[in-house]
């Protein structure tokens, strides 16, 4: 058993931590530090998890009937319905482009930046042992990108909406859309340069910051998975802006590139969009793989399974990642021989996948498990993220996809990939790390009964859009045909139910930050028993993250209660 | 095996939540048992009772009108109504949801609606014999109505299916074409795995999470970290699995993608929002789709492979026919094909499944199958936009109006919709980006061939596809006679 005292910083005396090593708000608003930019982005964030998640209740309300009636009776009532026009039309353009505002926010200002913006930010240098990431300036700039993209969504939701659904589709967005489409693709272009700086930043921390003695197999498996998160968005991300750019350019210089009114081609725009998109889905879902390996080797005091296994895999999925886009577009008209290759490719992705899943599931073996709430919530992401990658190998499968693309199922599919996915991991890890960012403890049995609430809702809302889907009800439909109300209704019921659970989370852990609430005796350095470097550094973190440079004779998943008696050498 | 009672929580330790969490796993299995015993009952065949119930419904329907015009009249009726109606409503109740879906015997399902029907029509011809007595009392009539309304209400009971009915599927979604069969079974198969692997990695987590529940601070825990054997298993196993899985659909997918060389050929074209479909071996034969109704967009005989070749006159549509189990992008300025055989007569729903803007939701047409011999009389009686004997130059003008699409965009009541409205329009003076016109036949055929030629004020951002090559003259001048009505 390695003995890592000699680096453990408690022997110090307590100093003040980064939440108030420096006073001012130009000492947050400049700071470079990665711990309060993490936090930066953790708060914005959520904010925009609230906008979209608020956007999503309302279309869900509207579907509790098949007619259009909600978002036009609210309309009415607001006064907002132009009374020359037909108001069917506008409401039916409102829910249009709330769907789009809950799709585009999501994607570019939440799911993507949430795990490596926030958590990444202030854990990676924590557990490589590092003073700071690589370029602490860059990593501030970032932010500011960040947040400049963010205002450009929020001009856009302020000039009108934006009504193209979050792929922004040609010849709809260039050529048809009376909404805001310049304002939203530019935002998503400025975002994109934040991703890229971000990996890039992260990239270079992890090849020249580590702390002397952690090769590459005792990096904990979080900092793997970012690894090739930031390898996808500095490859990838650059597509996506040439994309949109020429997107702008068609439609303020009407040179035709996607528009074949203009002797463009349309499948052309798709075929660029998802060779950013579908490895975007794997810088979504990564990051989540990340916290998750940590969540269950610390809450079971295990070695985690086949560590090897699980980091390579992460590398694996990135790199084939990059050759899978065409799965998305099965039926939209491209050749049968490229369908029939990316079919083929993709089910190439879904066997890293399993290796990690049953590897998660082995590290439990012989263990000693503790249900605490983000325990709970990494074994919560067991079961919803299974169903999520096995209704892939549905969509993957090219006969049985024809029947289910653009439906309900693919609906509930990557709902069950990102939110049950990658949030369900993000809310697991903000847990887990909740007192080394805020100091702060919350509640552990309001924690329980918000992990209780979200799973039941999260379920009850997605797992019957598979069946509607596989009964033949398309997405992004503001009325539909009266045989798909009862489950439409269970659905929506459903997502009260996790909007009740994800607020009930949001105000005990906001009411773990009030003055009040402040513990008595400061939190322990590793309140779960955790062994990687983020754990021997004082809670919060001090400024400069530890009192001298960490050394690592071991891997991070070395816990003293692991039974070594009887244990054969066979290095 | 599961319950390893030896090693209870030492004295002194709180118990954990493990075994509450494993008692709510064990329940959540019985119930779902116990609604895989719900649907099973559920499915049971009812083809006798339906024929006995029909017979009931029809007995009461000769007993109500029996007592309204033989007995002690109307007050009579309505209480043989009373009291024979709420058991007979139980047995309906029931029938509607296996009828609903399409669980009854098709034969059993006709004879079923005969008896009904006829039982309703017996009643509702009360409404001519009494007609004396209710034009004299009004309370009296309106006894009658709310008689016949409400036996209309038992005998022909709505047919949407229970809730459990909806939620299993393939219980609603009938396999109409030749393709659906395959499609489904292979479905079936990733459900089977899925469900399995499932399963068994949940059972082994759950056994897991109950078995080294933590009961002490200081409880010891494996140094296992990797196992080559099993990390190669689980590896290879699934990969063996999804070979397997990409080479059946890819055989599916094959097939669907090589039409037969003798298909009819039909030709689709998308437009915002609608449908509209035509046949180059029956010219003059044309559908279309309308955001108002869910009209017949689509005719094809059963038996007989049909090759679609559509293209879109402005954005992506997709052409999602559930039924058939076929979709396929409608991408403009590209031809794109789909084929399938359809093996079952009935009307389907027809979707656009790609995005397309407002009314996307509102892109729904009905395909209609028919018995091979019925189709090509069909074709020439319903597809034919002629005029026929008997009928003026307006009102072919508004089945124009109706079944060219023209009413996805325009209305006949003033209310805007994405074009102006056709009312009052005739001989109206309109400011357009050319300067003003006087709208004569002149300017509308101008605006049918050459949409954007003269573009109305207020409607800069609307691009109306063309219609040559589809409406001729007489179509142009009968439109003309229509709006011409609408003052």
Redesign the interface.
């Given at each position: 058993m390695a003995d890592d005292k000699s680096t453990h910083d408690s022997a110090h005396a307590r100093e003040p931590s980064y939440l108030v090593a420096q006073k001012g708000l130009k000492s947050w608003l400049f700071t470079v530090d990665h711990k309060r930019l993490g936090l930066m982005y953790l708060g914005s964030t959520l904010l925009f998890f609230f906008i979209a998640g608020m956007s999503a209740i309302l279309f869900r309300t509207e579907l509790l009937t098949p007619e259009g009636d909600f978002i036009r009776r609210g309309l009415e009532m607001l006064g907002m319905l132009d009374p020359?026009?037909?108001p069917a039309?506008q409401s039916?353009?409102v829910y249009?482009k709330l769907f789009t505002v809950h799709g585009a926010v999501m994607v570019f200002l939440v799911i993507i930046p949430s795990v490596p913006g926030a958590l990444g930010n202030f854990l990676l240098p924590l557990m490589l042992g590092a003073k700071d990431v690589a370029f602490p300036r860059l990593n501030l700039l970032s932010f500011w990108v960040y947040t400049l993209g963010a205002l450009f969504f929020i001009y856009t939701l302020f000039a009108g909406g934006l009504?193209t659904?979050w792929t922004f589709?040609t010849?709809?967005s260039s050529?048809?859309?009376?909404s805001a489409v310049i304002s939203a693709t530019f935002g998503a272009f400025i975002l994109g340069f934040s991703s890229i700086l971000t990996g890039l930043n992260f990239m270079v921390t992890i090849h020249k910051m580590r702390a002397p003695g952690m090769t590459w197999n005792r990096m904990p498996l979080f900092c793997w998975s970012i690894y090739a998160t930031a390898v996808i968005q500095v490859l990838a991300t650059p597509v996506l802006a040439i994309t949109l750019l020429l997107l702008i350019v068609e439609k303020t210089l009407n040179v035709g590139i996607f528009d074949?009114?203009m002797g463009?081609?349309?499948?052309l725009f798709q075929h660029f969009f998802w060779f950013y998109s579908h490895p975007a889905v794997y810088i979504m879902i990564l990051p989540g793989f990340g916290i998750i390996s940590e969540l269950i080797a610390v809450h079971?005091?295990?070695?985690?399974?086949?560590?090897?296994?699980i980091a390579l895999s992460s590398v694996a999925i990135a790199i084939i990642s990059f050759v899978v886009w065409g799965h998305h577009m099965f039926?939209?008209?491209q050749s049968?021989l490229a369908?029939?290759v990316f079919?083929?490719l993709t089910?190439a992705v879904?066997?890293p996948t399993?290796?990690k899943?049953?590897?998660w599931?082995?590290t439990?073996?012989?263990?000693?498990?503790?249900?605490n709430t983000p325990m709970l919530y990494g074994?919560m992401f067991?079961?919803t993220f299974?169903?999520g990658g096995?209704?892939g190998?549905?969509l993957?499968?090219?006969?049985?996809?024809?029947?289910l693309?653009?439906?309900y199922f693919v609906v509930a599919h990557f709902h069950y990939v990102m939110m049950g996915g990658t949030i369900i991991a993000f809310i697991g890890g903000l847990h887990h790390w909740w007192s080394k960012m805020t100091g702060r403890e919350y509640n552990e049995t309001h924690g329980?009964w918000g992990a209780l609430l979200v799973f039941i809702g999260f379920n009850m809302t997605f797992f019957?859009q598979f069946?509607l889907g596989?009964?033949?009800m398309?997405?992004?439909?503001?009325?539909?045909?009266?045989?798909?109300q009862?489950?439409h209704v269970l659905s929506t019921v459903g997502s009260y139910i996790l909007t009740v659970g994800l607020m009930w989370t949001a105000i005990y852990l906001l009411a773990s930050l009030r003055k009040s609430a402040a513990p008595k005796e400061p939190i322990p350095d590793s309140p779960w028993g955790g062994a990687s470097l983020e754990w021997t550094t004082q809670t919060p973190p001090i400024e400069h993250n530890f009192h001298g440079q960490p050394r690592v004779d071991t891997d991070p998943?070395n816990?003293p209660?692991?039974?070594?008696t009887g244990?054969v050498d066979h290095h | 095996m599961i319950l390893d009672m030896s090693k209870a929580p030492e004295p002194g330790v709180a118990p954990t939540r493990a075994p509450r969490l494993f008692v709510a796993a064990r329940a959540l299995s019985w119930l779902s048992f116990l609604l895989v015993l719900v649907l099973s009952a559920g499915s049971c065949k009812k083809d006798d009772l339906a024929i006995a119930t029909a017979n009931r419904v029809d007995a009461l329907a000769d007993e109500i009108v029996t007592s309204a015009t033989e007995g002690e009249g109307i007050d009579d009726a309505q209480l043989v109504f009373f009291v024979e109606a709420p058991e007979l409503r139980v047995d309906m109740q029931e029938l509607a949801v296996v009828y609903g879906s399409q669980r009854l015997d098709p034969q059993t399902a006709k004879q079923f609606d005969e008896i009904r029907g006829g039982a309703a029509e017996k009643v509702a011809n009360l409404q001519i014999a009494l007609q004396a007595e209710a034009k004299e009392d009004a309370a009296f009539a309106e006894k009658l109505d709310k008689l016949i309304s409400d036996f209309n209400e038992l005998a022909i009971m709505n047919q949407t299916p229970a809730p459990w009915e909806t939620l299993t599927p393939w219980a609603t979604l009938p396999q109409a074409s030749t393709f659906a069969g395959s499609t489904d079974l292979l479905y079936l198969f990733i459900v089977g795995l899925s469900v399995f692997f499932f399963v068994l990695v949940m059972g082994v987590q759950g056994w897991f999470m109950w078995k080294y529940r933590r009961r002490s601070e200081d409880q010891k825990t494996s140094s296992i970290s990797h196992n080559g054997k099993i990390e190669f298993l689980w590896s290879a196993i699934p990969a063996v699995l999804l070979v397997v899985i990409f080479i059946w659909g890819e055989v599916d997918y094959l097939k669907q993608t090589i039409p037969p060389p003798d298909a009819i050929q039909v030709r689709v074209t998308g437009r915002q929002w609608f449908w509209s479909v035509d046949y180059p071996d029956y010219p003059g034969v044309q559908f279309s789709s309308s955001t108002e109704d869910n009209a017949i967009t689509m005719v094809v005989p059963k038996g007989r492979p049909v090759q679609l070749t559509m293209t879109s006159e402005d954005v992506l549509h997709d052409l999602y026919i559930p039924a058939f189990r076929v979709k396929r992008d409608v991408v403009p300025g590209r031809y794109t094909t789909l084929w399938f055989e359809a093996s079952q007569v009935g009307e389907f729903n027809l979707y656009c499944a790609e995005y397309c803007g407002d009314q996307h939701s509102a892109m729904i047409g009905r395909i209609k199958v028919l018995e091979p011999e019925n189709f090509v009389a069909y074709l020439s009686e319903a597809g034919k936009l002629k005029q026929e004997d008997g009928e003026t130059p307006a009102q072919f003008g508004k089945r124009i109006y109706e079944r060219r699409g023209c009413n996805a965009c325009h209305s006949v009541d003033g209310s805007p919709k994405v074009g102006p409205s056709w009312k009052g329009l005739w001989a109206r003076s309109e400011s357009t980006d050319k300067g003003p016109v006087t709208v004569d036949a002149n300017y509308i055929s101008e605006s049918i061939y050459e949409p954007n030629a003269k573009i109305v004020s207020g409607y800069e951002g609307v691009k109306m596809p063309s219609y040559k090559g589809q409406l001729d003259t007489t179509h142009i001048s009968a439109l003309i006679e229509y709006m011409k009505t609408l003052k």
């Open positions: 020359d026009k037909n039309i039916a353009t249009n009504d659904g589709y010849p709809y050529n048809f859309s009376g074949p009114a463009g081609d349309p499948v079971s005091r295990k070695h985690i399974f086949g560590y090897k296994a039926v939209s008209g049968e369908g029939i079919s083929f089910f879904a066997v399993a290796i899943v049953f590897s599931v082995a439990l073996y012989k263990g000693s498990i503790q249900f074994l067991l079961f299974s169903i096995l209704t190998v549905f993957g499968t090219l006969s049985v996809d024809v029947h693309h653009d439906t329980k019957n069946v596989q009964q033949g398309p997405r992004r439909y503001y009325t539909y045909v009266p045989q798909f009862q489950q998943y816990f209660q692991i039974d070594r244990e | -």
